[in-house]
């Protein structure tokens, strides 16, 4: 593992102490991982990388020594990713900014809106999407945005849900949690909000009784954790799912599919079981969008198929996440599910099951 011994033990569940020590630098990194050649150079290049950042108790988790280790892949920078791509390399994938009508909103789906609080993340995973935005030095949505904001928002009642993101939401202060959460459950066709977060996996100290309380408050809020490996399951995050689900915030999990970090049915099974037993629903399993500096961790569609197929025929509907993909240049999120269905004639449709049983379904005499 990292190097434990660097966490101040009286001071590690504080987690303004996690947020000041975070590691940044190529020295910060040294301190808890023997880096490979490829890795420091990575820190050489770094004016063109996503930035680097990551908290002492998240890097405490990743190996000292092995490059392979899930966890060090996620947070420790690799050469590879200030390297020309051969396939598609794209800053903003999902096209988020042609659909950003005022600052800090993107709403490209007619019910629900994207709200940018922040840029900020307390851990930069070197797979982010929203590279265009997170870690660019925006900071805290300003009184003046957020106002547009809500007034986008007043103005368009066919907007049900507000989602917020970044960055990470739960970076912010509580008052300002609270203060966000209050004014937007303000407006009357907004039905509930979801949060978007890694702080529960990074930085799960964060989660404190008088956080979830706020949450409970401003209810319906619908957490939306983001777990991708069984390793990242510890006790300290085991203790801040179930705080949320105790106060009855439901809590649904979003992974992303990784090259050699979490790319087989077993590594998705465990997930899904460790999280089912603390409560929180395995909900999307998304193909790594081509976000620039990501090919590396890239597995190909065949591949997340074939998973998602073997998973299909093992595991219960509650531990299935969905595979899903977002069309890049902004075509929106399509679920993709094995090919069960082999074609119709003459309304008899012919079906093959994940194991191979072959059957017909016949629609009714009109
Ligand atoms: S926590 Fe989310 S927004 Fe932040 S770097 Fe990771 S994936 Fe990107």
């Excluded at 900071?139 to 809500?150: C, E, G, P, R, Y």
């Excluded at 490996?229 to 439901?250: C, N, W, Y």
């Amino acid at each position: 593992m990292g190097n434990p011994t660097k966490l101040e033990p009286n001071k590690q569940l504080d987690w303004k102490w996690q947020s000041r020590k975070s590691l940044r630098s190529l020295s910060d990194f040294e301190q808890y991982f023997d880096l490979s050649v490829d890795e420091k150079k990575a820190f050489a290049y770094n004016q063109d990388l996503f930035q680097v950042r990551a908290t002492p108790y998240y890097a405490s988790l990743a190996h000292k020594t092995d490059i392979n280790c899930p966890i060090r892949q996620i947070l420790v920078p690799q050469f590879k990713e200030v390297e020309a791509y051969k396939t598609q390399s794209l800053k903003d994938p999902l096209a988020e900014r042609q659909n950003n009508p005022v600052p800090r909103i993107i709403h490209r789906y007619k019910d629900r809106v994207l709200l940018l609080v922040t840029d900020f993340c307390s851990v930069y995973c070197r797979y982010c999407t929203r590279k265009h935005f997170t870690a660019t030095g925006q900071a805290v949505i300003s009184k003046k945005d957020f106002h547009l904001a809500l007034d986008y928002i007043y103005k368009h009642s066919e907007i049900k849900e507000v989602i917020l993101s970044g960055g990470d939401p739960l970076t912010l202060s509580d008052e300002k949690l609270d203060e966000l959460l209050y004014a937007i459950k303000g407006i009357p066709h907004v039905e509930l909000i979801r949060i978007g977060t890694r702080v529960p996996t990074v930085m799960p100290m964060r989660v404190t009784e008088k956080l979830v309380k706020i949450l409970r408050k401003h209810k319906p809020v619908f957490l939306m954790s983001h777990f991708n490996h069984r390793k990242e399951i510890t006790d300290l995050s085991s203790q801040a799912l179930e705080l949320f689900v105790d106060h009855g915030i439901p809590v649904m999990n979003q992974m992303v599919l990784l090259k050699n970090i979490n790319d087989s049915a077993d590594a998705v099974y465990e997930l899904s079981r460790a999280l089912l037993r603390l409560r929180v629903k395995p909900y999307y399993m998304f193909q790594c969008d081509p976000v620039v500096g990501t090919e590396h961790l890239k597995v190909s569609l065949e591949k997340s198929k074939s998973i998602q197929r073997e998973l299909w025929g093992h595991s219960s509907g509650l531990a299935m996440p969905n595979l899903s993909l977002d069309i890049p240049d902004g075509g929106g999120k399509v679920g993709i599910v094995p090919d069960f269905y082999q074609g119709s004639e003459a309304g008899t449709h012919f079906f093959v099951g994940f194991d191979g049983v072959k059957g017909v379904y016949k629609d009714p005499v009109e």
